[in-house]
């Protein structure tokens, strides 16, 4: 059992695990306490952000299928 508890990759990945659960709550909280017009810029700014790293994200998924299908072709 001490094998596990002084395991270093174990405990980097529950401070990650953590981190990825609090840093969340932190920005949401950060926008929260931020001044009326600029509470709600950050918002949109934020959706319009998460908008162009998805339509990214399908278009690299999208240029690798046709280069699966033009590797499967010759």
Request: no cysteine.
């Amino acid at each position: 059992m001490s094998e596990v508890i002084f395991n270093k990759w174990l405990w980097i990945i529950i401070i990650l695990l953590i981190t990825i659960g609090v840093i969340p709550f932190i920005i949401i909280w950060v926008i929260l306490l931020l001044p009326s017009p600029y509470n709600m810029i950050a918002t949109f700014l934020i959706i319009a952000v998460w908008g162009v790293v998805a339509g990214y994200k399908e278009w690299v998924l999208f240029k690798r299928e046709e280069e699966l299908k033009k590797k499967k072709e010759a």
